[in-house]
């Protein structure tokens, strides 16, 4: 047989194939998701999150060590409070959980990059991510509440915040929010195509954050949706956003895909709690092999066009690279 080309010639050593490679993932583009918790002396796995723990104010450090040591600097900070109200009154307190694990962080650790997750679910007694109006979020009111939590945030040290809210305008006035405070170069990352997925199970147990009653489904998108989260992109990033971002990541690679292709910003993609918890079900009854699983899986979200991945593979991730069997 008389052929030309034959694309077998470019897999024949481990050598050539890490060099034609066409995706590269760098340590560089991951973030790791960390949960602060009120209290003292707290290290709390997670049921549902095999390895994943929620930490005190003074117990970051066990988190923080593992992290800068494996080369990851750059967190995505989530926040748990004693008390919680109608109005989430403890996301935007100064004393609050998340600005008092940023300031820490800010203390002990200078050289890791924070982002603050920007949202009232965990801190409403109703468990939703806005202000309610009867049963109903009311959008513009929330606005005003998702303002001061960034401000509140980034008062605090925070480097970015990134609201997950999913309210229509909040990009818009947040920014001018930011800006009028003085934080002009502070920068949003939106989580702009945010679908309404059971993916999340097993987060809403980790931050105390299930609604009371009813679902989120008149905010967060239907995932029968495509071009509606492309509008969502537009939006976000003519509002002012600086990232924007999917969630869920694995069962929206198509999502993915489009939107690196019709934005000029950098895509974010966060690979929620039950990617993970799935994985490490699954290898735990071993049906899969975890150490492959968790390559393969990351590999596709960064081919599909992702610039950023939001993770609780993080370390796992780093060691990896570092083992040559992704990068």
């Known amino acids: 047989m008389d052929l030309l080309y034959r694309p077998r010639r470019l897999r024949t050593s481990e050598t050539l194939r890490t060099m034609v490679r066409e995706t590269r993932v760098s340590r560089q583009a991951l973030v790791y998701p960390l949960f602060a918790v009120d209290g003292e002396g707290i290290v709390e796995e997670i049921p549902s999150m095999e390895g994943q723990y929620r930490y005190s104010v003074d117990r970051l450090c066990v988190i923080l ?24 009154s403890q996301a935007y307190d100064e004393n609050g959980i ?39 979020v009311d959008n513009d009111q929330t606005l005003e509440y998702l303002n001061r939590i960034a401000v509140s945030h980034v008062k605090a040290g925070a480097h970015m915040v990134a609201p997950s809210d999913m309210m229509d305008g909040r990009i818009h006035t947040m920014r001018l929010a930011l800006d009028e405070a003085g934080f002009v170069n502070v920068p949003i990352m939106a989580y702009s195509a945010k679908y309404a997925s059971a993916f999340y199970g097993p987060f809403r147990e980790a931050a105390g954050s299930a609604p009371a009653f009813g679902d989120r489904k008149n905010y967060q998108m239907d995932y ?30 198509d999502i993915i895909r489009e939107v690196s292709d019709s934005t000029e910003v950098p895509v974010a993609a966060y690979s929620v709690s039950g990617e993970y918890s799935m994985i490490k079900a699954a290898a735990k009854a071993g049906f899969m092999d975890e150490e492959k699983t968790v390559c393969e899986s990351a590999v596709s979200i960064f081919r ?23 990068g």
């Open 65 to 88: 060590d593992k992290l800068t040591a494996a080369g990851i600097n750059k967190v995505i900070l989530f926040g748990i409070p004693a008390q919680k109200d109608s109005c989430g």
């Open 98 to 136: 998340v600005q008092r694990a940023v300031r820490y962080i800010r203390e002990y650790y200078p050289a890791v990059y924070i982002i603050t997750d920007v949202c009232m679910c965990e801190y409403t007694s109703h468990g939703h991510c806005g202000i309610l109006e009867g049963e109903y």
């Open 224 to 253: 029968h949706n495509r071009k509606e989260a492309l509008k969502e992109v537009e939006l976000d990033v003519a509002e002012g956003a600086d990232i924007v971002m999917v969630k869920p990541a694995l069962s929206y690679l």
């Open 304 to 326: 599909a066009g992702a610039d950023i991945l939001i993770t609780y593979f993080a370390i796992d991730l780093a060691r990896y690279m570092d083992e040559g069997k992704i």
